[in-house]
């Protein structure tokens, strides 16, 4: 490892459905106790979903997205940075399909060199849409923008690449 030691990563899965079942629960583990207007028992979103909408939203997408994101801590995340035209891209592309590497600008001149930030993800993580969606949305709100998707044909993902159209990311 290059900076400092690894850190521990918890083992075992995310519970959020176990977590959201409580939370969700109107029978003996419901968080409130209710007298008016009838007796009965509340689950602690429901209250929540009267009191505050967007809050009990905003902690079951926070739920999903949770156990969601943890499905990535043991997926390698490698980032390669150097110089214009210092062999970014050409080693990258060692580890790209054939239609990959098509799609990789390379070359030594400035018009061949690559003008914006640029991620390689593999192609299955798409087939998860929650996780394709996850990873879309927090890329856009790290870098301020949603990102755009790399074109299948070689020549215009080149150009993206290349930053032709002055944008700023790349999917």
Same mark, same amino acid.
């Given at each position: 490892m290059m900076f400092g030691s690894p850190?521990?990563?918890?083992?075992? $899965? &995310?519970?959020?459905?176990?977590?959201?079942?409580?939370?969700?629960? +109107?029978?003996?583990? %419901? /968080?409130?106790?209710?007298?008016?207007?009838?007796?009965?028992?509340?689950?602690?979103?429901?209250?929540?979903?009267?009191? $505050? &909408?967007?809050?009990?939203?905003?902690?079951?997408?926070?739920?999903? +997205?949770?156990?969601? %994101? /943890?499905?990535l801590m043991d997926r390698p995340t490698l980032a390669v940075a150097g110089m214009l035209n210092s062999g970014k891209t050409s080693l990258v592309a060692t580890f790209l399909s054939d239609q990959g590497r098509s799609r990789a600008l390379r070359g030594n001149a400035n018009s061949e060199g690559t003008h914006r930030f640029v991620l390689w993800l593999p192609s299955r993580w798409q087939a998860d849409t929650q996780l394709w969606h996850?990873?879309?949305?927090?890329?856009?709100?790290?870098?301020?923008a949603v990102p755009e998707m790399l074109s299948q044909d070689p020549a215009q993902a080149r150009r993206q690449y290349n930053n032709a159209d002055a944008n700023v990311i790349a999917a």
């Open positions: 850190r521990p990563v918890a083992k075992g $899965d &995310p519970q959020w459905p176990l977590i959201r079942e409580l939370l969700d629960d +109107q029978g003996d583990l %419901a /968080a409130l106790d209710r007298d008016f207007p009838t007796v009965g028992r509340e689950s602690f979103l429901g209250a929540l979903g009267r009191i $505050d &909408p967007e809050a009990a939203s905003a902690i079951v997408s926070s739920g999903t +997205q949770y156990e969601t %994101a /943890a499905g996850l990873l879309l949305t927090r890329v856009g709100d790290v870098l301020g």
